[in-house]
C-alpha cells in the first residue's frame, strides 16, 4: 500500500510563498491521484487540488488556481504544493492524500503558521 | 461555509447506535455516487471509513456502515466504542467534463459519554 510522508512545518510571513512536499512510497495506480487539503483551526477538511503522478495533470478547486500550484518529481516519487501570496487564513494544516475517487491513504500532515 | 451539513456534534454511550447525517443537494451529494467518511482523531491523519456510499476499506471495523438515500447520506456507527471518538468528515465527488468538485461537510464531533 502507498504511504505518504509530509515535510515539516512551515513560518511564513505574509505575502511569502510555502512549498510543502509529499513522499509517497509504494505503487500508485492509473486512476489514482495525489490530493491536497487543508484545515484551518476549529474547520473542517477543505479540498484544494489534486495532481495525477503519473502524468502530471492536474485540478484545482476554483478559489485556489492561480494561487496554489502542484507537481511532481518521480525521479524521487514527491508531490509538492506550493501556495503563493500567503495571507493569514492560510494558516491550517496541509494534508496530501492518495485514492482514486477518495482519499484512500492520508499523510501525517504539515503545519503552516502565516504570521508577521 | 460546508456545501454538506453535518450534524456538529453527536454522543452515545458504549455499546450504542449513532447515525451522522449529512446532506447536500441534487446537484452535488445527490448526483454523486462517489460518497465517502472520514473519521479523524485530532493530531493524526484522517482514516477512510466509507466510499463508495457503502463500501469499507479492508480493515476498517464492520461497526461503521454507508447508506445514502436522496441528498442526504448517513454513517452509522454500531456498539459505540470509546476509540471511535472522534472527527467524522462525509465528503462526495462529482466529476465533472473540465471541473471537479470535491465537497466536505464541516464534520461531526462524536463524544463516547
Known amino acids: 500500500q502507498v504511504q505518504l510522508v509530509q515535510s515539516g512545518t512551515e513560518v511564513k510571513k505574509p505575502g511569502a510563498s510555502v512549498r510543502v512536499s509529499c513522499l509517497f512510497s509504494?505503487?500508485?495506480?492509473?486512476?489514482?491521484?495525489i490530493y491536497w487539503l487543508r484545515q484551518a483551526p476549529g474547520q473542517g477538511l477543505e479540498w484544494m487540488g489534486w495532481?495525477?503522478?503519473?502524468?502530471?495533470?492536474?485540478q484545482y478547486k476554483e478559489i485556489f488556481q492561480g494561487r496554489v500550484t502542484l507537481t511532481r518529481d518521480m525521479s524521487i516519487t514527491t508531490a509538492y504544493m506550493e501556495v503563493s501570496s500567503l495571507k493569514s487564513d492560510d494558516t491550517a494544516m496541509y494534508f496530501c492524500?492518495?485514492?482514486?475517487?477518495?482519499?484512500?491513504?492520508w499523510g501525517q500532515g504539515t503545519t503552516v503558521i502565516v504570521s508577521s | 461555509q460546508s456545501a454538506l451539513t453535518q450534524p456538529a456534534s453527536l454522543s452515545g454511550s458504549p455499546g450504542q447506535s449513532i447515525t451522522i447525517s449529512c446532506t447536500g443537494n441534487?446537484?452535488?451529494?445527490?448526483?454523486?455516487?462517489?460518497v465517502s467518511w472520514y473519521q479523524h482523531h485530532p493530531g493524526r491523519a484522517p482514516k477512510l471509513l466509507i466510499y463508495?456510499?457503502?463500501s469499507r476499506p479492508s480493515g476498517v471495523s464492520h461497526r461503521f456502515s454507508g447508506s445514502k438515500s436522496g441528498n442526504t447520506a448517513s454513517l452509522t456507527i454500531s456498539g459505540l466504542q470509546t476509540e471511535d471518538e472522534a472527527d467524522y468528515y462525509c465528503?462526495?465527488?462529482?466529476?465533472?467534463?473540465?471541473?471537479?468538485?470535491?465537497?466536505f461537510g464541516g464534520g461531526t464531533k462524536v463524544t463516547v459519554l
Open positions: 509504494g505503487s500508485i495506480f492509473p486512476g489514482s491521484y
Open positions: 465528503s462526495s465527488y462529482s466529476r465533472g467534463n473540465t471541473l471537479d468538485n470535491i465537497f
Open positions: 441534487s446537484s452535488d451529494l445527490g448526483a454523486s455516487g462517489s
Open positions: 463508495n456510499v457503502i
Open positions: 495532481i495525477n503522478p503519473n502524468d502530471g495533470g492536474t
Open positions: 492524500a492518495e485514492g482514486p475517487y477518495y482519499m484512500d491513504v
